[in-house]
């Protein structure tokens, strides 16, 4: 069975950090383009990374502003997303995705993990 | 850069079809789309990918009752003999160069 399961969130204060995990099994990891996705509370679905199946290119919304780094180790089948400098805008589900090509930002996401909350409060 | 339009909200009787509405910006109308659903609590799904001649091909287990089509620069999401399941949220995506894009999504209520 294709599965993602995300890991890493939690509460953190304003300015703090946080890793996200993305564990992947099912499907041959480093064939395919991984993503960040992300939804605030009540709103819509945010793309905020990707990276392609060997994790020589990376992909960032212009809105993060160099605070995220993705990455994946493909010897464990495992994304990852880096968060520094947060925000409280930044509070949200995490979702990380599968996209149905090698390369990054060039097909659809046609699997989803289920999510993990990242809440930035003091 | 593409940009997606939905419409915010949407509605239909239990058993009855809909037509959702997804429409790319001047410029990218050619762009090919992907379908996501969003029930209540739950990660978004997969539905399927939709191409500009109106061609789309479906994620694996989605039923019958999904299709979809196009027209110019709309896609459209048809579900037919609506169940109330299918009480959600729906999200075209679409992809350029070095970014992907969700539409703001259309909250589907089955009365």
Known sequence: ?122 | QPVLTQSSSASASLGSSVKLTCTLNSGHSSYIIAWHQQQPGKAPRYLMKLERSGSYNKGSGVPDRFSGSSSGADRYLTISNLQSEDEADYYCETWDSNTQVFGGGTKLTVL
């Not at chain 1, 294709?2 to 509460?11: D, K, N, R, T």
């Not at chain 1, 992947?24 to 990707?50: D, N």
């Not at chain 1, 212009?62 to 805008?89: C, H, P, V, W």
């Open chain 1, 1 to 122: 069975e294709v599965q993602l399961l995300e890991s890493g969130g939690g509460l953190v204060q304003p300015g703090g950090s946080l890793r996200l995990s993305c564990a992947a099994s099912g499907f041959t990891f480093s064939s395919y383009a991984m993503s960040w996705v992300r939804q605030a509370p009540g709103k819509g679905l945010e793309w905020v990374s990707a990276i392609s199946g060997s994790g020589g290119t990376t992909y960032y919304a212009d809105s993060l502003k160099g605070r995220f780094t993705i990455s994946r180790d493909n010897s464990k089948n495992t994304l990852y997303l880096q968060m520094n400098s947060l925000r409280a805008e930044d509070t949200a589900v995490y979702y990380c995705a599968k996209e149905d090509s090698y390369s990054g930002c060039d097909d659809a996401f046609d699997i989803w993990g289920q999510g993990t909350m990242v809440t930035v409060s003091s």
